[in-house]
């Protein structure tokens, strides 16, 4: 499986992180009811950006599999948005999420 993860601007549609073409080291963790996103950036535009829309962010993770269509999974943030900039760390907290096949919708 490969996995692809993306921050967007909620409202423009704005592309800030997208590892498909930017590889960036990610965690994803469960945190009770929601999920916390940790992701290795230094501090450039882009994360200054994120941490400017906070409140207006959405994250998906496109998972690809060899034998099955793309899986898509889309997180609605909420919570804490920060970085750590000794850790060069961004921290993204969702307290939802909707996973779907955009194939299915084709048909």
Do not use: C
């Amino acid at each position: 499986m490969n996995e692809v993860l993306l921050v967007k601007h909620a409202v423009g549609g704005r592309t800030f992180i997208h590892t498909g073409n930017n590889p960036l080291e990610y965690f994803v963790s469960n945190q009770g009811e929601g999920w916390r996103f940790i992701i290795k950036v230094g501090l450039d535009e882009n994360v200054q950006e994120i941490l400017k829309w906070k409140t207006e962010l959405n994250v998906f993770l496109f998972q690809d599999y060899e034998d099955l269509p793309t899986k898509k999974i889309w997180f609605y943030t909420k919570g804490i948005v920060d970085y750590n900039e000794q850790a060069q760390e961004l921290s993204i907290e969702a307290e939802s999420k909707i996973e779907y096949v955009p194939d299915e919708f084709s048909k």
